[in-house]
């Protein structure tokens, strides 16, 4: 059986693209940091990387997890993120034609594996990725043969609309916000890219998985009801169930309701 070259190029296009997402997760919640500049350095020693020390993946093997200046070790999260969006950028590839749509949806899982990581380290959805990410996922409906442009609207609208909703009428209950703005833009954003036929989907399977998360986390921080823990994590995560598995999703629905 003959493998095609693209799962290969693919591969490599998105552990490369994964070692920037590792800047940005890094920079991002930083203002006084640009993704840019200064060029990639530890985090402890801020010592430069050389070309060869900045591999993705393999410079992580090679220095044994460990800075070659001073020895501290390198987080995990580098190479996981690589081998996240290597095998994402493969699975994308398999799934959808290339180079539309298949660049639209790498986008959207590029900021959406950078927006899980950011939210559940310091409990913010940058709006510098999500608001670009909303006219994007509009912009990429004209070339996504398979989403209309009032389906990435009516995304957006919904998207957007159902968690101020929530929120809004979450707060006039308890006087406490529970769903931070970060969160209704993202919803947004994942409906300008998925379309309003994702929303019931998203909204659904993130309380779910983020209710199970929120139990395991009052029974481990003893907080009770005052337990914080980020929502945009399980809407990144439903958001990419629906990409990757939308056919069947749909299909077990549909089956469900009629």
């Known amino acids: 059986m003959t493998v095609h070259p693209g799962f290969f190029l693919s591969f490599f296009f998105g552990i490369i693209v994964g070692s920037f997402l590792n800047v940005a997760i890094l920079r991002i919640p ?24 900045n591999i993705p993946l393999l410079s992580f093997i090679i220095l044994r997890r460990r800075c070659r200046a001073c020895q501290c070790l390198i987080s995990w999260q580098y190479p996981m993120i690589e081998l996240a969006m290597g095998l994402f950028s493969m699975a994308l590839f398999f799934l959808f034609p290339f180079p539309w749509p298949f660049f639209g949806f790498f986008l959207f899982t590029a900021a959406l594996l950078v927006i899980m990581v950011i939210d559940f380290k310091h409990q913010i959805i940058p709006d510098i990725i999500s608001l670009p990410g909303v006219i994007l996922g509009f912009g990429f409906s004209f070339l996504n043969p398979s989403l209309t442009w009032i389906d990435s609207g009516l995304g957006i609208l919904f998207g957007g609309g159902i968690l101020f909703i929530i929120a809004y009428g979450y707060y006039l209950l308890t006087k406490r916000v529970g769903m931070g703005g970060g969160d209704i833009k993202l919803l947004a954003m994942i409906g300008a890219f998925l379309g309003y036929q994702s929303l019931p989907f998203v909204i659904f399977s993130s309380s779910l998985l983020g209710t199970v998360a929120g139990v395991g986390a009052m029974i481990k921080q003893k907080k009770g009801g005052q337990t914080v823990i980020p929502y945009g994590p399980f809407l990144a995560a439903a958001a990419l169930l629906y990409l990757f ?14």
């Open 30 to 53: 930083r203002p006084d940091q640009s993704v840019v500049f200064p060029p990639s350095h530890c985090p402890q020693c801020k010592t430069p990387l050389r070309w060869y020390d």
């Open 245 to 258: 598995f939308a056919p069947q999703i749909q299909s077990y629905i549909a089956t469900v309701l009629y």
